[in-house]
């Protein structure tokens, strides 16, 4: 790399800071291109240079966050035991537990990937589904173990799975449901849509 690449790359990374401290800060909707230059000291030029929306601006941002979500879901998944609703509770309630520490920001992104078509946001789907990657495990290996039926999609169920925990997610916010509350109610979901799964 030459030296004006390097310059780049770190006037890149100190924008993405800054991006992270002002949502974090002012929220999504708060947030604005000037307000995230005026944080890292330098025009909304080169903050539309680091990426070319506020958007975008964010999913870079939880993009880190979902990889950290994969490797902490990865990590446990291995020391899971108990039966397939055991241990997709447990992923999923330490899914919930990480998003809710930056909860503003997940819920922006995936707020605005249900109201508008735009491949940005499509890309907050994309790592949801990259940081799930334990769940289907435990999925495919409860198929293969005879604990869910032969015939049982592991597509279609863990699609449903996405869409319960994403209402559970929605619930603990607008609800203000403690870490207990939100826990039971992603078990009552698991255990609803497991029990078309059964043998």
Known sequence: MTRRD????????????AAREVFLQRGYDGTTIKLIADAADVSPGTVLNAAPSKAALLIQILQEEYEAIQESLDRLERALSG?????LVALMQATL???TRHGDLFAAAIGHAWLWSDPVYDETFGQFDMAWAAVRRVLDRGKADGELSPSCDI???LTALQDFYLGVFRRQRRERMDA????????ARVEL???????
């Open 83 to 87: 039966d397939v609703a055991d241990r």
């Open 6 to 17: 390097i310059r780049r790359e770190a006037t890149k990374a100190a924008v993405i800071e």
């Open 193 to 199: 849509m497991l029990g078309g799964c059964k043998p």
């Open 155 to 157: 597509d279609q169920t």
């Open 97 to 99: 537990e990480a998003q």
């Open 180 to 187: 207990s509350q939100a826990a039971a109610l992603l078990r």
